[in-house]
């Protein structure tokens, strides 16, 4: 199989990479923008394979990705170059207007122009799959979990522009006839995560003993998957799902934001002890998140009964291994802190209030 994977330098994007070129004989061309999320490093293991190559190209091009389906040929698309961070779209949504939206319209149009093009039997084996967020079903209340059949709610300008990516997915579907697959997954968490998510940012503060900012008082709840385990399920969804079928992927680890950085404190106590006290005295409450979704929650039963998948790590052998390799990556870390990003609060545009200098603190 010849594959396409777009945001194939990002988190997600080169775990699937690296996965695939370990466990598949599949051939992988990578388009990614290289924006400021990309890590090539995190391909290092694979830039030797005559089965992968890179091309820097933005979503948003359409003759650069006609001209690159014409070279490449490829037997499938799996789709996950994104604008992906929540605060980075209230402070500014343009990016992910574009990206999200007009660039996965512009794939999507290559793609199809591609695939009619393809002889009978090779258009009936293309797959197109679309890579998405449990984000676009809004936020829960205390019980139930998301199915794939709950009614989108998206509450922020990324997830809005991602439930909107998924409606053209499943639009091209439906009106054109290109063999969609979409999938919603939950948080991941793992190695190369870039250190503006929240394991990776209380990991570093933690190292650092900066301050642990925990949004509001920490009782949202998110649904944690290992990275490793989404990579395992995406290639699972291209090469056995139902077209113009979705299908969720989630660890059956909810956990609150306040545990999660507790567990962290603990771990960082154990691996590297401080001589100053627990991690936790770092943890500083702080203005909440506008619009911040209360809970989330995946049934996965569909992906574990249609397509046998279900997830290897639990959240804390997956959580111990990640606070592992930030200990043991500080080559990678280190750099991406000094020149892209140096853990500073994102996400207060518009917030009511001059929000960083509250600092509620947790009674
Ligand atoms: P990421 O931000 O780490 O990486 C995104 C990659 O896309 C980067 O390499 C970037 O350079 C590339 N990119 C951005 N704009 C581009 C453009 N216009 N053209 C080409 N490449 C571009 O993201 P991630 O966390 O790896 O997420 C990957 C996908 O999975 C996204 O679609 C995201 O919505 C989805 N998702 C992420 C999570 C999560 O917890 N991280 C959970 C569920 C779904
Ligand atoms: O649910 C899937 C989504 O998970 C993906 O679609 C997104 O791409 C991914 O970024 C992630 O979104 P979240 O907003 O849930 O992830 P984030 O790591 O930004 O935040 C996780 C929770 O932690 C959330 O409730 C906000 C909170 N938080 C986050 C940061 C960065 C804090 O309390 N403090 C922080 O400093």
């Known amino acids: ?69 014409e070279r490449e040929q490829p037997d499938a698309v799996m789709h996950l170059a994104a604008e992906s961070h929540v605060d980075r779209s209230i402070d500014d949504p343009a990016a992910f207007i574009m990206t999200n939206l007009v660039g996965t319209y512009t794939l999507l149009a290559a793609s199809t122009a591609y695939w009619r093009g393809l002889p009978e039997a090779r258009r009936a084996s293309f797959r197109y799959h679309h890579v998405s967020t449990d984000e676009v079903y809004g936020s829960l209340g205390d019980v139930g979990a998301f199915t794939e059949t709950t009614p989108y709610a998206p509450n922020s300008p990324y997830s809005a522009s991602k439930a909107g990516s998924d409606h053209l997915a499943r639009a091209w579907f439906h009106t054109y006839g290109l063999p969609v697959l979409v999938s919603n997954c939950s948080n991941n968490y793992g190695p190369f995560q870039f250190p503006e998510k929240l394991i990776p940012l209380m990991i570093l503060n933690g190292i650092a003993g900066r301050p642990l ?11 944690w998957l290992h990275v490793e385990d989404h990579a395992r399920a995406l290639w699972q969804v291209l090469t056995r799902g139902q077209p113009g079928e979705s299908y969720n992927i989630g660890g059956n680890a909810e956990r609150r934001n306040i545990d999660v950085v507790h567990a962290i404190c603990d771990l960082l106590d154990e691996l590297v002890p401080d001589p100053q006290g627990s991690r936790r005295r770092l943890i500083t409450h702080v203005s909440d998140r506008p619009g911040h979704d209360l809970r989330y929650a995946i049934d996965a039963s569909r992906i574990r009964r249609d397509l046998g998948w279900v997830p290897q790590e639990t959240f804390e052998t997956g959580l111990r291994a990640t606070v592992e390799w930030y200990l043991a990556n500080e080559a ?25 200098k509250v600092q509620e603190k947790m009674p």
Request: glycine share 12%; proline share 6%.
């Open 1 to 69: 199989m010849k594959l396409i994977v777009t945001g194939g330098a990002g988190f997600i994007g080169s775990c699937v990479i690296r996965t695939l070129i370990r466990t598949t004989d599949v051939s992988i061309c990578n388009v990614d923008k290289l924006t400021y999320a990309a890590s090539p490093e995190a391909l290092a293991e694979v830039s030797g394979s005559p089965r992968y190559r890179f091309e820097r190209l933005d979503i948003c091009d359409g003759p650069g990705l006609a001209a690159l389906f």
């Open 213 to 223: 900012p925990v949004y509001g008082r920490g009782m949202n709840v998110r649904d």
């Open 332 to 356: 990678w870390w280190r750099p991406i802190l000094e020149r892209r990003y140096a853990g500073q609060r994102l996400g207060l545009a518009g917030a009511a209030a001059p929000a960083d």
